[in-house]
C-alpha cells in the first residue's frame, strides 16, 4: 500500500517540506530510504522500527520503500523520523491516510517512541504555512518555537503513541497555546555610565552605533576595550520585526534559540581568538552558520585581534564589504546574511605598552612592533572605519563622583540620527549610512566647498584608496546626523579623518 506523508528540513537558513512517500509491498522483510538522504537519515530505519514496536503498534514485516521527495535534495536531518513513522503506520493500514493530509510530522525518534527536539524548527514551520498546511506535531521542546507562527496549528507531543492515540480520536490532544510572542526593550546589564573616562573612544562608538560603522580600539591592556565593546548594544536601535525574526531564524537554525518568544536583544558574538575559518564564516558537509552570521544585526567583537590566524581574518572582507557569505561544497552551495558592526580590539606592540608615557615603558623592539601589527593586512584595515587609540584612564577619572552619560541618553541621540538616514535612505531599501555604496554616496552625501577642499588634501596627502574615502565620507555623513546638519561641513570631515589610521601612528 502507498502513502504520502510530509515532514520538513532546513536547508541554510530555509525550511523545505519534504513529501515521505511510502510503499509497503510483498517481498522478502526489508526497508530501504531513497531520496538522497544523509547518514542520520538512513540510520532512521533502527530508531522508526524500534519506536514502531516499543510504542505498541506493529512493524511490517515485508519490502518497505521510503522516498524523500525532492530527490535532488540533500536530506540531513533526524527531525524527518517522525513523518517517516507515520508513513509506514498509513501504508500498513493501522492510521487512515486522509488524517495525515496537510499535517507536517516533525522530530527525532527515541528507541522507545519519545519524540526528540530537532534545530531550525521555526524555518520549517513558517515554509510549511506558506506552502498551506495549517496543522503540525513537534516535541514539546520545540512547542514554544513552532508557536511563533500564528498561521500554524502546534501539538505539543512526548512520544509517538501521542501523535497516532489523536490521529485516531483515542486521547485527543489539546493544541499547544502561544503566548506574546515578542519580547519588551531588552534589559541589558551593563551600561556606559559605569565607563570612567574614555570620552573619545565613547564617541566613536556613538558614531559607530549611530551608522553601523566598523570600529578598531587600540590601547594597553587594562585601558577598557573590551569594556567599551560590551556596552555597545545598549545603545544600538531596538530591532524591528522583521530583524528580530531573521535573528530568530538563525539562532533556530543554529540550535541556539531556547526561549518562547523572538530574540529582541541583538546579538554579541565574541569568539575566542583559535578560531577557525569555518567556524568564523560558517562551513560543514551542508554549510552551517558561522560567527559572522550569527552576529547578523548585532556585533562581532574580536579582542586580541593580532592573535587571530591571519587566514581566519581574511575571511572577513567579503561580508564586510557584501553583508552577505558565500559558501560552496561539494553538496551544497549556500548564503547566509552577515550584516554586522565589527568590533576589533588590539594592544599597540607585544607588551601592549608601547606610547605609554607612564612606569610600564614598551620593551619591544622595532622589528617586533612591525611584525606585530603587520598581522592585520590593509585590506581588512581599510574596511573598518574608526580607528581610536584607548588610552589608560587616569586615576582622578577613576574616583570621580560626576555622573557619567548613561546609554539611553547615547542610545536617545543614535536613534535621532538613524531616523535621519532612514529617511534619507528610504529609497534605497537601506537603513544606516555604513551600508552605502558608491552611487549612494554621490548621491546623498553633500559636502560644502570647504570639506571638498579638506578631503581633496587628506586624499593627497595620505594617499588614501577609494575605499578609504568612501567610508571617511560615510563617517562624516553620520556625524552630521548626530549633530543635525543637512549638509558634511568641514569640521565633520576632520573628526572622520582624525579616525583613520590610528594603527599607523601607535
Known amino acids: ?37 544523509a547518514t542520520s537519515v ?22 518497505i520503500t521510503v522516498n524523500l521527495a525532492p530527490a535532488d535534495l540533500k536530506k540531513d536531518s533526524a527531525g524527518l523520523d517522525a513523518a517517516i513513522a507515520a508513513g509506514i503506520m498509513v501504508s500498513s493500514g493501522q492510521i487512515p491516510a486522509e488524517l495525515c493530509r496537510q499535517t507536517l510530522f516533525i522530530g527525532e525518534l527515541a528507541l522507545d517512541g519519545t519524540i526528540r527536539p530537532v534545530a531550525g524548527i521555526l524555518s520549517m514551520v513558517l515554509q510549511g504555512a506558506e506552502e498551506g498546511f495549517h496543522t503540525c506535531f513537534v516535541s514539546k521542546e520545540n512547542a514554544a518555537e ?40 531588552p534589559d541589558y546589564r551593563v551600561d556606559f555610565s559605569e ?19 566598523n570600529v578598531l580600539l587600540i590601547g594597553p591592556p587594562g585601558s577598557g576595550k573590551t569594556m567599551l565593546a560590551k556596552r555597545i548594544p545598549t545603545i544600538l536601535p531596538p530591532m524591528s520585526l522583521r530583524e528580530s525574526l531573521e535573528v530568530t531564524k538563525i539562532y533556530s537554525v543554529a540550535g541556539l534559540f531556547q526561549q518562547s518568544k523572538m530574540l529582541a536583544q541583538r546579538p554579541f558574538r565574541s569568539p575566542h581568538h583559535t578560531i577557525s575559518t569555518a567556524g568564523l564564516i560558517g562551513g560543514g558537509t551542508i554549510p552551517k552558520p558561522g560567527e559572522v552570521t550569527l552576529s547578523h544585526n548585532g556585533v562581532l567583537f574580536l579582542d586580541e585581534l593580532p592573535e587571530f590566524p591571519r587566514s581566519v581574518l581574511e575571511v572577513l572582507r567579503q561580508p564586510l564589504e557584501d553583508f552577505v557569505v558565500h559558501i560552496s561544497r561539494v553538496n551544497a552551495s549556500l548564503s547566509y546574511p552577515a550584516r554586522f558592526i565589527l568590533i576589533a580590539a588590539m594592544n599597540p606592540c607585544p607588551c601592549g605598552f608601547f606610547g605609554s608615557s607612564e612606569s610600564n615603558s614598551c620593551t619591544c623592539t622595532t622589528g617586533e612592533i612591525r611584525r606585530y601589527v603587520r598581522k592585520i593586512s590593509g585590506p581588512l584595515l581599510d574596511r573598518i572605519d574608526l580607528h581610536v587609540a ?12 560626576i555622573p557619567q552619560e548613561s546609554s539611553e541618553a547615547i542610545r ?10 532612514e529617511r534619507r535612505l528610504q529609497s534605497y531599501g537601506l537603513s544606516c549610512n555604513a551600508h552605502m555604496g558608491h552611487r549612494e554616496i554621490k548621491e546623498t552625501c553633500r559636502l560644502s566647498s570647504s570639506a ?3 578631503l581633496q588634501t587628506v586624499f593627497d596627502t595620505m594617499k588614501l584608496s577609494a575605499r578609504s574615502c568612501d567610508r571617511i565620507v560615510k563617517a562624516a555623513r553620520t556625524i552630521a546626523d548626530l549633530n543635525g546638519d543637512e549638509h558634511i561641513r568641514s569640521e565633520h570631515v576632520a573628526e572622520a579623518v582624525s579616525y583613520r589610521n590610528t594603527l599607523q601612528r601607535v
Open 390 to 401: 584607548v588610552d589608560r584612564p587616569k586615576y582622578q577619572e577613576l574616583i570621580t563622583t
Open 1 to 37: 500500500m502507498f502513502s504520502r506523508t510530509y515532514g520538513a528540513t532546513v536547508f541554510g537558513l530555509h525550511g523545505n517540506i519534504i513529501t515521505v512517500e511510502t510503499d509497503i509491498s510483498n517481498g522478502l522483510p526489508a526497508f530501504e530510504i531513497v531520496g538522497l538522504a
Open 412 to 421: 536617545s541621540r543614535v536613534l535621532a540620527a538613524r531616523e535621519r538616514q
Open 195 to 213: 565607563v570612567q573616562g574614555q570620552f573619545t573612544a565613547k564617541r566613536a562608538l556613538e558614531i559607530a552605533a549611530a551608522g553601523g560603522h
Open 452 to 454: 571638498q577642499d579638506l
Open 146 to 185: 513552532a508557536l511563533l507562527c500564528r498561521a500554524m496549528t502546534v501539538y505539543a507531543v512526548e512520544s509517538l503513541s501521542d501523535i497516532i492515540s489523536h490521529l485516531l480520536g483515542l486521547a485527543r490532544l489539546s493544541p499547544a497555546v502561544a503566548g506574546d510572542v515578542f519580547t519588551d526593550r
Open 42 to 63: 538512513k540510520e532512521s530505519k533502527e530508531r522508526v522500527r524500534s519506536a514502531i514496536k516499543n510504542s505498541g503498534y506493529e512493524f511490517p514485516m515485508r519490502r
